[in-house]
C-alpha cells in the first residue's frame, strides 16, 4: 500500500474510528462536519484516494458504502421471529 499524507491519515482515523463505534460508516456529511470540509466533492477527493492506495473499499451510489480494507465487513444481524419443529 502506498503511504497516506497527514489529511488522508486523519479521515482513515475517523472512519474507522466511526465504525468501530457505531458498527457502519459514517456518511459523507459528518465526514465533512467532522474534518471542517465545507465541499462534499473535499471528502470525495479523500475517500477515491484511499480507495486507490488500497485502504478503502467502496460501493458506487452510496454515502456509507464505505468498507476498510483490512476488516471484512460485519455479518447483518437478523432477528428470528417464529419458532421450528425439529
Do not use: N, Y
Not at 458506487?60 to 419443529?85: C, E, K, N, Y
Amino acid at each position: 500500500m502506498e503511504p497516506l499524507t497527514a489529511r488522508q491519515q486523519q479521515v482513515l482515523g475517523l472512519i474507522s474510528e466511526h465504525i468501530e463505534r457505531h458498527g457502519f460508516p459514517p456518511s459523507h456529511r459528518e465526514l465533512m462536519l467532522s474534518l471542517g470540509v465545507k465541499s462534499q466533492l473535499g471528502i470525495l477527493k479523500h475517500i477515491r484516494a484511499l480507495e486507490k492506495k488500497g485502504h478503502l473499499i467502496c460501493r458506487p451510489g452510496s454515502s456509507r458504502g464505505i468498507t476498510l480494507a483490512d476488516r471484512p465487513p460485519r455479518p447483518a444481524m437478523l432477528p428470528i421471529v417464529g419458532s421450528a419443529r425439529a
